[in-house]
């Protein structure tokens, strides 16, 4: 019996989804609990597992297509299924003819052999399936003649290439126009549920809150020498780089702590103080930008912060973030200089009060001690609600974070 592949549940009030990308097409096989579909909503996107071992015989909801949670967009028949459910072979064909009061027994005729769908296993079935290849030519070397996937792997090795296909022939000019220089087509493009989502809080955040961006700059000279000091056996103990965001993340948590109005809320009638710092890092997704959050980044040490950002980055771009990791947050931080960017005005992420925008490291002549010298200078920007964060907490906030990373020996003293 065909099993229904249904829409899961994907977040709280979240009724409706698009269908992503396919992963298996009608005719594939497909592993227990083995990605079948994506499933995309505003927040996030979900892989859809395999309920069983078996093969995928129906889709009902093409990509891109919407579906409400709970609805059945395909079937899929376990392993074995059919096999178990056919009715039992037929035995041999007798020809029995009657002649007067004689019965004469003629030649026996060999019964019918099963079909070929009975005989195919799943993983046979697929490797077949992905190379174009009909499995009513390739033998069956399993129990009763069943095609295995050892099978299937040979005839596709076995198989002739195709030969080339002979050069097209140019048409000619009448019978094919060219396209006109500078062809101003479009090209519409279905706006995915997340990008759609991003589009209505960054509007969101502009409508409702009184935004206002300061900006410092940062010499970046002290945390490069500690880089190259113990990068090495900061990788060799931990099995991760040691980067530039675990510092930020830690200076942030200091500021954060010296001015609790940029970790508040304003929730009218009331400015909610928090005592836990929950720092969201706005990474890169295949679907868009995303921003999991790093949970009580107060109590994390550089190896912990680094290990966590890297396993954001890797599940981000293949769109395996969960959806109660990209919730909550208490402030942002967004990395800019990874992308080249030199400086910017971030906009928060309601209902946080405020983002902290790192930019590109540049090296810039500076004015020390009375003389120029050429040092690794970074833009840092602080956008924050001015409905709760005063000129002067901001300030103060984003010159902490200067101070912090201009001596980071700040950080293991909490001073």
Do not use: C
Not at 30 to 42: G, H, N, P, T, Y
Not at 87 to 110: E, F, L, M
Not at 152 to 159: F, H, L, N, S, Y
Not at 283 to 312: C, H, W, Y
């Amino acid at each position: 019996m065909a099993l229904e592949l249904k829409v899961p549940e994907v977040g709280e009030s979240i009724t409706e989804v698009v269908i992503g990308t396919w992963k298996k097409r009608e005719g594939d096989g497909v592993a227990l609990d083995e990605s079948v579909v994506e499933i995309e909503s505003d927040k996030a996107t979900v892989e859809l597992p395999a309920p069983a071992a078996g093969m995928v015989t129906k889709i009902l909801k093409a990509s891109g297509e919407k579906a409400v949670v709970g609805e059945v967009i395909g079937y899929l028949e376990p392993a074995g299924a059919a096999a178990s459910s056919a009715p039992p072979a037929p035995g041999p064909v007798v020809d029995v003819k009657r002649t007067g009061g004689r019965t004469d027994i003629g030649s026996v005729q060999p019964a019918a052999a099963p079909s070929a769908a009975a005989r195919v296993m799943p993983a046979a079935a697929r490797v077949l399936g992905e190379a174009g290849l009909p499995a009513a030519g390739v033998a069956g070397s399993g129990p009763g003649g069943r095609l295995t996937k050892a099978d299937a792997t040979a005839a596709v090795a076995a198989r002739p290439a195709a030969p080339a296909a002979p050069p097209a022939k140019p048409a000619a000019p009448a019978l094919q126009p060219m396209a006109a220089p500078g062809s101003r087509q479009e090209r519409p493009v279905l706006i995915s549920p997340i990008r759609r989502r991003i589009a209505e809080r960054l509007v969101e955040a502009q409508h409702q809150a009184a935004l206002l961006t300061t900006f410092n700059e940062v010499d970046m000279s002290a945390v490069m020498a500690l880089r190259a000091k113990f990068k090495d056996v900061f990788q060799e103990r931990y099995g991760v780089k040691l980067g530039f965001m675990s510092f930020f993340v830690r200076a942030a948590v200091e500021a954060l702590r010296a001015v609790p109005q940029v970790n508040a809320e304003y929730r009218d009638p009331h400015i909610v103080f928090r005592d836990y710092y929950d720092i969201g890092i706005a990474v890169g997704g295949g679907k868009g930008l995303v921003v999991p959050v790093i949970r009580n980044a107060e109590m994390l040490s550089f190896a912990q912060i680094e290990q966590t950002i890297g396993d954001f980055a890797r599940r981000a771009a293949d769109n395996k973030i969960k959806l109660e990791e990209l919730q909550g947050g208490t402030f942002t931080i967004s990395n800019g200089g990874v992308y080249g960017s030199m400086l910017s005005t971030p906009i928060i992420n309601p209902p946080q009060s405020g983002i902290l925008g790192l930019h590109a490291i540049t090296e810039r002549p500076m004015a020390v001690n009375g003389q120029v010298v050429i040092r690794p200078m970074m833009y840092l920007a602080l956008s924050y609600d001015h409905r709760l964060v005063d000129g002067r907490e901001a300030v103060t906030f984003l010159k902490r974070i200067k101070d912090t990373i201009e001596d980071p020996t700040r950080l293991m003293l909490e001073v």
